[in-house]
């Protein structure tokens, strides 16, 4: 008789990756939508200006579904990484789970010599 596979709770897994990169996603969402209204929570949540508004301040609210959505979303990671995002999204499906949130982070914050944050670094 075969044994079941061991049950991965992805779940807690996504919730704790999403927890220690934040700033990772916080500050890639603020680049690439140029906004500051940001929440990482179990998915990645966003508001933005409503272009059919009178007012300025009208927000909607937005959401994507997971970290792998925004690492591997074509438009957003050429706006931020221009040329240079395909051949980055091919370099980071060849990651890891576990290592690609650094790896990424090494990039995206390399691209103006800024030090990666403390936070990143240090597994919560």
Known sequence: MSQLAEPIDFLARE??????????????IAAALKCDNILIAHHLNYKVPNPAAAADDELIAEEIPSADTLIFDHCLMQRIFGGEAIALM???????VEGRDAALAKRFYGRSGEAIPVEILCDR
């Open 15 to 28: 919730n704790h990756r999403n927890k220690q990169f934040t700033r990772l996603y916080t500050d890639m």
């Open 90 to 96: 091919t370099e980071l499906a060849g990651v890891p």
